[in-house]
């Protein structure tokens, strides 16, 4: 069964370090999205990307947050210069069309130390 | 953004219990999903539901689109149903492309 896959599962980073988040989302599938998940609280919203630009971003991703997709298979998520507060876990999903089920990969657990 | 509600926040079930998780929501929606995040934080797919009623095993859901609630059945409860159950809810007027999440409910199922 297709499924959206993150790398790596688990990574620890220096504040002020810039970290960047790799997924391949499922291959017939043209939305892609990042939500973050603080530990103890429920999942947030990021950003949606569609056709190669982003079509929806909540408050949180700010300058400090840029997504690409720099090939034909891998959506990345880059935090230029980490805080503590950034901290959490981080899933990547991809849907096959906009309102149409979302799958969510197994997620990145973000340690800023 | 949309406002999701989910009760109860915790429920500790005996094993072969069955449950009924609630989630509201504060608009009209055309996304809604339910989800089982396991004890290594994996958020598991269990329904995509904006409307209706499905099953699959011993889990079922049903959507009441019109007044704006959810429920998730769980019958004959086993130890591995233990997690924590979001549901996700994206509407028409957001461009239903993100998924607002609820707070959740802890599930314990204990032997």
């Known amino acids: 069964e297709p499924e959206v896959t993150q790398t790596p599962s688990h990574q620890v980073t220096q504040m002020g370090q810039e970290v960047i988040l790799r997924c391949v989302p499922i291959?017939?599938?043209?939305?892609f999205y990042w939500y973050r998940q603080i530990l103890g609280q429920k999942v947030e919203f990021l950003v949606s990307?569609?056709?190669?630009?982003?079509?929806?971003k909540s408050e949180i991703f700010d300058d400090q947050f840029s997504v690409e997709r720099p090939d034909g298979s891998n959506f990345t998520l880059k935090i230029r210069s980490t805080k503590l507060e950034d901290s959490a876990m981080y899933f990547c999903a991809s849907s096959v069309r906009q309102g149409a089920e979302a799958f969510f990969g197994q997620g990145t657990r973000l340690t800023v130390v | 953004g949309i406002q999701v509600e989910q009760s109860p926040p915790d429920l500790i079930l005996q094993e072969g219990a069955n449950s009924t998780l609630r989630c509201n929501f504060s608009?009209?929606?055309?996304?809604l999903q339910w989800f089982h995040q396991n004890p290594w934080g994996q958020l598991i797919n269990l329904f995509y539901i904006p409307s209706g009623t499905k099953q699959n095993g011993r889990l079922s859901a049903t959507t009441v689109a019109t007044e704006r609630y959810s429920l998730l059945y769980i019958s004959s409860s086993q130890t591995t149903d233990s997690g924590v159950y979001f549901c996700a809810v994206g509407s028409i007027q957001t461009g239903a492309n993100n998924l607002f999440f609820g707070t959740g409910t802890r599930l314990t199922v204990i032997p």
């Open positions: 608009d009209s929606v055309n996304n």
């Open positions: 990307f569609y056709n190669n630009e982003i079509s929806e």
């Open positions: 291959s017939n599938h043209l939305y």
